[in-house]
């Protein structure tokens, strides 16, 4: 899904789920949207998932395409590792809400 498609997507849903991915021991963020039917779909630019730098970065382009919140994961594998479950797939539990 590109920026294009994320701003029709949002103008004619009002039930979805912006979050910003942040994976450990990386330094970049990834865009995700998960709609009401659990289909989950990585923000895109020419067919490859958009990396972000900065959280600024990626503020500045959900206010583009008309977005004020968004939750920030931070996934960590640790706990897949040693055999628990990973909390990330709780919801409450794993995000942090952002608004801007």
């Known amino acids: 899904m590109d920026i294009n498609e994320l701003e029709a997507f949002t103008a004619r849903h009002e ?3 912006i979050r910003v991915i ?4 990386s330094r970049v963020y990834q865009i995700e949207l998960e709609d ?4 989950r779909r990585l923000l895109t630019r020419r067919g ?3 990396l972000f730098r900065a959280l600024d970065d990626i503020y500045l382009e959900l206010k583009r395409a008309g977005i004020h ?4 994961v931070h996934r960590v594998p640790h706990d897949e590792m040693i055999g ?12 942090m809400p952002l608004v801007f």
């Open 36 to 39: 009401v039917e659990g289909r």
């Open 84 to 95: 628990r479950a990973a909390h990330y797939h709780e919801p409450l539990a794993s995000r």
């Open 22 to 25: 942040s994976h450990a021991g």
């Open 69 to 72: 919140r968004a939750y920030l």
């Open 48 to 50: 490859k998932p958009m």
């Open 15 to 17: 039930n979805f789920e």
